[in-house]
């Protein structure tokens, strides 16, 4: 009894430190698509360029990329205890996008500030994947698919506070810094799992299993592969969907019509992560992976098709789109961890993601450029690149290649 009632306890322990550190993540990641969210009404308000607007998302991403490049050379997921990492860097993002409130819109201190929200917020998401994956060996894919269906849910939210802030863009930054607050205290109670390692000592040459491990090297395409088409069509579906609507409603009903619809699209991957998961703990990770990323590419091609049509048409494949596009990028993650060391997996999931997100920075920074010579439709449409090659960089890690 004293053995069943301790597994009732771990139990209860992993249920609870599992659902406050998704909370914490949905709330903290509300900061990622604050710049995505305003960008309209504060352009109308200051009359940013193309070239400012795209800085305002991309700094973002660019932030991201040398913060989770130094703490994975530097080995912060693996060295240091997670819940403080990922609380301390909260109150860090929190405070730098709060100042934006005190900035010229689109100037350098601003876009500056959002690169420090980045690089600040590659302390809380590999981290919070660090403290997932110390939860559990098998069930690994359900609980980082979980995970990723909070940072999915918080990402989309600064698009429903836009919606419900009107439009002073002030009222979106505001609430997003409280609630990455609220955050920070959240992840203090969560608790750290059975299957948590800590590294003994800095190793700079980890992250070198990126390229000599050949699992891992996939899994890294793979997310290579989603991450083209992920951030690209997050932080650009709002201003693509205005664009369509517009061919069928006024302009200013396009343009809040867009707020509603950009949140739903990007929420609705957080119902699918979970399920995702949880099928990939069975069917297989890699096979999850392409199976999703085949209907987000078919999804990118038929957008692009449907583009300026009916407008329900163009919702329901969008939809569909944020449905597919995110339930992956868990199970690119789980199988770096499943390959790699315990004591290293920090590292090399935080190297991961500062991969994936330099990536993004092109893909986010060209979007607007691309559309403004060849038009959104097709620069949706060549989003669908990005799953074909994650597709083949995934082949190779199939259950039955591996046996």
């Not at 390229?211 to 793979?222: L, V």
């Not at 061919?247 to 119902?271: R, V």
């Not at 789980?334 to 993004?360: K, P």
Request: some cysteine; aromatic content about 10%; hydrophobic content about 55%.
């Amino acid at each position: 009894m004293a053995t069943q009632d301790g597994v009732n306890i771990n139990k209860q322990l992993k249920l609870r430190s599992i659902i406050l550190l998704i909370v914490a993540e949905i709330l903290a990641m509300s900061l990622w698509f604050v710049s995505a969210a305003i960008l309209g009404d504060m352009s109308k308000e200051a009359n940013l360029s193309a070239g400012s607007q795209a800085a305002l998302s991309s700094a973002v991403q660019a932030g991201f990329v040398l913060g989770a490049i130094l703490s994975a050379i530097l080995g912060i997921a693996d060295r240091y205890e997670p819940r403080f990492v990922f609380a301390f860097f909260c109150i860090v993002a929190a405070c730098s996008n709060a100042l934006l409130l005190f900035t010229p819109p689109g100037s350098a201190i601003a876009i500056g500030l959002r690169a420090i929200t980045g690089a600040s917020l590659a302390g809380v998401y590999p981290v919070g994947m660090k403290i997932a994956v110390g939860w559990g060996q098998k069930d690994r894919g359900l609980l980082v698919g979980l995970l990723v269906g909070g940072l999915t849910l918080g990402s989309a939210s600064p698009h429903l506070l836009a919606y419900f802030g009107g439009t002073d863009w002030r009222n979106t930054v505001a609430v997003a810094s409280l609630l990455a607050t609220v955050a920070a205290f959240i992840v203090l109670a969560v608790r750290n799992g059975p299957f948590h390692s800590k590294a003994a000592k800095f190793n700079p040459t980890v992250i070198t299993q990126a390229w000599t491990n050949k699992s891992i090297r996939r899994a890294y395409g793979g997310y290579l592969g989603h991450m083209w088409e992920l951030y690209a069509m997050w932080s650009w579906i709002g201003v693509a969907l205005a664009v369509s609507f517009s061919f069928q409603l006024p302009e200013y009903q396009a343009a809040e019509f867009a707020k509603l619809m950009a949140f739903i699209i990007i929420a609705a991957g957080a119902l699918s992560c979970g399920i995702a998961g949880w099928v990939a703990d069975r069917i297989g990770k890699a096979e999850l992976t392409i199976i999703a990323m085949a209907f987000s590419g078919v999804c990118a091609l038929l957008f692009a098709l449907t583009f300026g049509g009916n407008i329900w048409i163009t919702v329901i494949i969008a939809v569909i789109w944020g449905i597919s596009i995110i339930p992956d990028s868990a199970q690119f993650s789980v199988l770096v961890a499943d390959h790699a060391q315990g004591e290293q997996a920090g590292s090399l999931l935080t190297f991961q993601t500062a991969l994936g997100f330099a990536l993004t920075i092109a893909t986010v920074q060209l979007a607007p450029l691309v559309a403004s010579k060849v038009g959104w439709p097709v620069m949706m449409g060549l989003l669908a690149l990005g799953p074909l090659f994650g597709i083949y960089s995934m082949w190779g890690l199939r259950r039955q290649t591996t046996k």
